[in-house]
């Protein structure tokens, strides 16, 4: 099974989640969580580390912290980590269906357990 | 047009996003608004790197262009320039409105673009600011002092970068210096053109006086002629003085002058009757010659005397004549000399009014430039101002704590006296009124309030400072009656005395209002080492990480260990006790800089 330091954060998705991040300040104003005060620091805070991400694993550590400090933020980290729980499971189903092909129908069990227990 | 995606993210339709795009970009829009119109462009334009930078200039709703005309209208030209005529700026204008200049561009590229986005000299500035700052707090000083340059100025740095406090705090001094009411110099501007109008009419007055006195000068000279031995006098006097004789002599020669012309007319017409017959009568012919003789002699009488006459005649005319121009110079000089008076006059009260237009323009441009310096060192106050209150506001944070525990105690107190007294110490530290200098009317200490209850503690001791406490800040709580009996009531004291000191010491630390000596003073009572004890106690409750170093590191386990370790020597580990003893109380302002216990426990 891949490992979340092993999915690379492309710059596609980089670019996706910097335009939600904008996206997610603009709500944060129009709803009055943030105000304009706030922006420099927040974007400030972005800058400072977005560049410096490599993997989905340090991304969800980022979002998570951005998501401490402004809640506004939290959406973008469940997505996230809503994408990858979704590759994980792909995965695993895939692993699944190869353990059940080849008989080793018990090991097949234990490891969809572990997807449903997670 | 925004994506799908982009839509279902917000939450907004199509028609609800560009709505709000329009409505950013009208020429109305609140800043609030026209920011988030340009992360909209950001992100249409599929650049979140454009609405990052957006986001680091959004906020300061600072409006440069009208900043720069402020400050153009504050320190508008009020001299006149000698060779133009025009208004100009005096030199020490020039000096103030550079010196606000500078202290409001840096602070608003500041606020606009972030403490990275500086110039060298200008993040220099800041940090001289912030430094002056932080080194008026003792502890500041000496955690500074104690620091290597690079590791100050990175302390100082990272504050300006990713405190959104201190930007804040910046940001509401800044708005206050650059949004109170404009200077006005209409006063000078009035003083000045009644100072102008008062040399003016100055001019017209000397010269008109001068005028007055030229004339005068030469009336008076004409009317001198006939003064002293000047020749006119002269021939005036003795004209004067032979006038009489002038007189006598004119009709007596007048007289004569009858007499003979009768007897020149009577020979006449005897030397007609003669003549007729005289030609053939020797006698009558010598009688003829004679009487001829005598008629010429009566002749050359009557022409002597009629020279006289005229001559006499002439002499008295002469002297009226000297007499009516003398009485003319003088009636005019008299006359030239209360004009002259006027002019002088009026002279004087010119040169009298333009003193006092000078004084009074003197008296405007004063108070102009009391008001440009206050404006000046607003500007240059910004940074100070909103640095120490961002400082201010942390004291009040840890104010906040000690606040919320005193309140559980209060409303669980069932005792009246004793739920007064603990509903005095939450309140009676702090002022949430405005003022001139607290115009939100937000919660502050009351340092004034600390510095006095200090005093009366150290100096009148915990029965004096309890009994004060007991009546109110506004001495109003209790009366005095009561509130020294409950002092003298052991009971009372034995549970409330150390709560009341050790809350006030927590309060006088953070109001940065305990210094080491202080803490010697009291480490030498009961009193004061048991306050002491109580309010590391309640710290330790509240914040259990921040004592526990600090017990580690004297090897106890309890606070009352740790005061008693403390209380029998001078120094431990390199650090003054005293010293020591106020960074268990608190940490002061030095939770502000970024510090840990570690630099509480730093020897200094």
Partial sequence: MRKNQDMPFTDEHKKEVEINLVKAVITGLEKDQLTEDGLPEI???????????????????????????????????????????????????????????????????????????? | MPTTAQLSETGLTAEALLAQKKEGQAPGATEKQKTIGKLQDAIAGDNPREGYRVMKEAGSGINTEEIKLRRSQDFAPRERDATTGELKRTAAQEDRI????????????????????????????????????????????????SLPPAERQARIDRMLTTEGAVRHNIREAFNEATKVEALDNKDVLTALKKFEDSQATLKVKELEFNQADAAFTKAFNAADEFTGRRGKAVELGKLQKSKDALMQSLQAAKAEYATLDAQHKLLDSELKSISGYAQNNQQALD??????????????????????IGKAEAQLARLEELEAQKLEAEEKRDALEIERQKAETAFQDAQRNKLDAQASLKMAQDAQEVKENARVAAAE????????????????????????????????????????????????????????????GETKMDKKQVAADKDLLMTGGPKEFVKKVL????????????????VNDPAFMAEMQNDIIGNFLSVAREANNLSAKDILQLRKTDWGLAGITKSIEMRQTNNPAEVQPFLD???VNTVAEAVAKLSGQDKINGTDTSLFLLFLLGKGILELFGSTSKDALRPL
């Fill in chain 1, 43 to 118: 974007a400030d805070t972005i800058l400072a580390r977005i560049d410096t991400i490599t993997n989905q694993d340090q991304l969800a550590e980022f979002l998570t912290e951005l998501s401490a400090k402004w809640p506004i933020f939290e959406n973008i980290l469940h997505i996230e980590l809503g994408k990858v729980k979704s590759i994980k499971e792909k995965e695993v189903a895939r692993d699944v269906l190869n353990l059940a092909n080849s008989g080793n129908i018990e090991e097949a069990i234990r490891l969809a357990k572990t997807m449903t227990e997670s």
């Fill in chain 2, 98 to 145: 550079d010196r606000v200049a500078t202290a409001e561009n840096i602070t608003s590229e500041y606020l606009q673009k972030g403490f990275a986005a500086l110039s060298d000299p200008d993040k220099d500035y800041l940090r001289a600011k912030v430094e002056a700052q932080i080194m008026q707090w003792p502890e500041g000083a000496k955690l500074f002092n």
């Fill in chain 2, 287 to 308: 009688e003829a010659n004679r009487v001829r003789g005598e008629f010429d002699t009566q002749r050359q009488k009557i022409a002597k005397l009629g020279s006289d």
């Fill in chain 2, 381 to 440: 106050g910004i940074v100070d101002k909103g640095f120490g209150n961002y400082l201010d506001e942390g004291v009040m944070r840890g104010e906040e704590a000690r606040k919320a525990m005193q309140k559980a105690q209060m409303e669980k107190e069932t005792d009246d006296d004793k739920r007064a007294a603990r509903g005095e110490l939450l309140d009676r530290w702090s002022t949430d009124k405005r003022s001139l200098t607290n115009l939100k």
């Fill in chain 2, 471 to 486: 009546k109110g800040k506004d001495g109003g709580l209790m009366s005095d009656t009561r509130a020294q009996e409950l």
């Fill in chain 2, 553 to 555: 590191h004297l090897q």
